[in-house]
């Protein structure tokens, strides 16, 4: 779907997120991507120490409620993502990606793909998304061969022998992503309270940082120039 060009400097970290004008600087630094212009993404997350942890860069993790593991959309429980690995520094510490992050040491992908986490190999990515009886759970958004943006959409157990015509996952609403505009158009009009709404890999709230009508979301506060929208939904 068209998007205007990005023109400002996207920050995420600690929590929240951040925009400021940058000054065009040619390459991109370390943990950066040039989206265009003088536009760029910078990478954020966690460094974790976890004695042994056998993480890969790639990998997509959850918590136990005791330490890091791989996760894996077979059960609810084991899809329950909370980051991906972007770097190891050794076998006792490592750096998480958190949802809205960037990750710049992938390999790969192809851009504008969504990719899933994994039913069958724990903790793997995946260009498919899972089949019936098991979890679907989007995890990054490719912007280059190389780098993403991590998301945690909410994951959704297909049943098998159910109507996958009536559930719309990761539709991209029409409307420029411009810092501006704050009107956004969904494809169909979504069941009542099926609507789950992200903006930057964050899930939003309904009638805190926007109203819906009909097939129309109208934000409270326009998103940032370069955002990333998705929405999932059942149709009405």
């Known amino acids: 779907m068209p998007r205007t060009q990005p023109t400002l400097k996207q920050i995420a970290g600690d929590g929240d997120a951040a925009t400021k004008n940058v000054a065009a600087s040619g390459d991109a630094g370390e943990n950066e991507v040039v ?3 003088d536009s760029r993404l910078v990478a954020h997350g966690r460094t974790v120490a ?3 942890h056998n993480l890969v860069v790639g990998d997509v993790v959850r918590h136990n409620g005791t330490i890091f593991v791989k996760a894996q959309a077979n059960t609810a429980a084991g899809a329950e993502v909370v980051g991906v690995v972007d770097s190891v520094a050794d076998a006792d510490n490592f750096h998480l990606a958190l949802p809205g992050d960037l990750i710049t ?16 190999t724990a903790g793997l990515l995946v260009a498919t998304d899972s089949p019936d009886g098991t979890v679907s759970k989007p995890v990054l958004l490719a ?14 157990y297909k049943v098998a022998g159910s109507n ?6 990761n539709e991209p609403p029409s409307g ?3 810092g501006v505009n704050d009107t956004f158009t969904l494809e169909f009009a979504p069941d009542t ?15 805190t940082d926007f ?9 409270v506060v326009p998103p940032v120039d370069g955002s990333i929208l998705l929405a999932d939904y059942s149709k009405a």
């Open 176 to 178: 420029e992503l411009n």
């Open 35 to 37: 989206l265009g212009g």
């Open 50 to 52: 976890q004695t042994a």
């Open 164 to 169: 996958p015509t009536t559930d719309v996952f």
């Open 211 to 219: 109203t819906l009508s009909g097939v129309t979301i109208v934000f």
């Open 143 to 156: 912007i280059s061969a190389t780098s993403g943006v991590m998301m945690n959409s909410r994951g959704v």
């Open 105 to 120: 040491t992938l390999s790969g992908l192809t851009p504008g793909d969504v990719y899933f986490l994994s039913h069958t």
């Open 193 to 207: 309270n099926s609507l789950r709404l992200y903006l930057n890999g964050v899930r939003r709230e309904v009638d």
